[in-house]
C-alpha cells in the first residue's frame, strides 16, 4: 500500500524555527515527485511545491518561494518543509503527497493525513 | 482569487445530477494541461476523485465523472447521496505560474 505519513501537530512561537516531515512508503521513493500544500483555517487548498527526492530538483509557487525550504532525503524515503522563521499567519495545516506523473501532468495521490502547525505568541 | 475559479457552493436533493465548474485560461487548461478533481470530506485529507481529466481512480463511484472543453473542465455527479457532501477542488498546471494551481475549492450541500 502507498503511503504518506507526516509529522505530528506543532505548537510554535513567531520567529522560531521548524521542519516538518512526511515518510513514504510501499513505492519507490525517489523516483516520484512530492508536493506540499497548504490548508489554511477555513480556506482552499494552496500549491506549495514540488521535489523529485532522486536529484532534490525542487520547484516552488512564487508565492511561496523564499518563505519556505523544500528538501528530501532519499536514504530514508522521507520529504521536508521547512521555515526559518515563522509568523502568525503560517497557521495552517500542511500537507504532503505524492505525484505519480511529471509536474506537468501529475495529480497528487495519495495525500499525507496532514500537520497541523499553530504559531501565536 | 485564484488562478481556477470555481463556484463557492452548490447544492442539490438526493438522487439529483449536480455539476461543478472549473473556469481557467490559455495558460492552463486552455494550453491543454491536464484537469484533476479532489474531494475533501470534513476534518480528513483531499484524495483524488477524477484525474487525467476523466478517469477515475479504483474505488471512486462511477456516479463521478470529469470532462475538459476550452478554458473549463466540470465535474458531474449524478445520484447524489448524503456522503457526498464536502468541498471539491480542480487542479490543472499554468505555465506562467510553472507550477500546479487549485481551484479555490466548491462546498457541496446535499439538501
Known amino acids: 500500500e502507498v503511503q504518506l505519513v507526516q509529522s505530528g501537530a506543532e505548537v510554535k512561537k513567531p520567529g522560531e524555527s521548524l521542519k516538518i516531515s512526511c515518510k513514504g512508503s510501499?513505492?519507490?521513493?525517489?523516483?516520484?515527485?512530492i508536493g506540499w500544500v497548504r490548508q489554511m483555517p477555513g480556506k482552499g487548498l494552496e500549491w506549495m511545491g514540488i521535489?523529485?527526492?532522486?536529484?532534490?530538483?525542487?520547484r516552488y509557487s512564487p508565492s511561496f518561494q523564499g518563505q519556505v525550504t523544500i528538501s528530501a532525503d532519499k536514504s530514508i524515503s522521507t520529504a521536508y518543509l521547512e521555515w526559518s522563521s515563522l509568523k502568525a499567519s503560517d497557521t495552517a495545516m500542511y500537507y504532503c503527497?505524492?505525484?505519480?506523473?511529471?509536474?506537468?501532468?501529475?495529480?497528487?495521490?495519495?495525500w499525507g493525513q496532514g500537520a497541523l502547525v499553530t504559531v501565536s505568541s | 482569487q485564484s488562478v481556477l475559479t470555481q463556484p463557492p457552493s452548490v447544492s442539490g436533493a438526493p438522487g439529483q445530477r449536480v455539476t461543478i465548474s472549473c473556469t481557467g485560461s490559455s495558460s492552463n487548461i486552455g494550453a491543454g494541461y491536464d484537469v484533476h478533481w479532489y474531494q475533501q470530506l470534513p476534518g480528513t485529507a483531499p484524495k483524488v476523485l477524477i484525474y487525467g481529466n476523466r478517469n477515475r481512480p479504483s474505488g471512486v463511484p462511477d456516479r463521478f465523472s470529469g470532462s475538459r472543453s476550452g478554458t473549463s473542465a466540470s465535474l458531474a455527479i449524478t445520484g447524489l447521496q448524503a456522503e457526498d457532501e464536502a468541498d471539491y477542488y480542480c487542479?490543472?498546471?499554468?505555465?506562467?505560474?510553472?507550477?500546479?494551481?487549485f481551484g479555490g475549492g466548491t462546498k457541496l450541500t446535499v439538501l
Open positions: 510501499g513505492y519507490s521513493f525517489s523516483t516520484n515527485w
Open positions: 503527497a505524492r505525484l505519480p506523473a511529471t509536474p506537468a501532468t501529475g495529480w497528487f495521490d495519495p
Open positions: 521535489i523529485y527526492p532522486d536529484d532534490s530538483d525542487t
Open positions: 487542479q490543472s498546471y499554468d505555465r506562467s505560474l510553472s507550477g500546479s494551481v
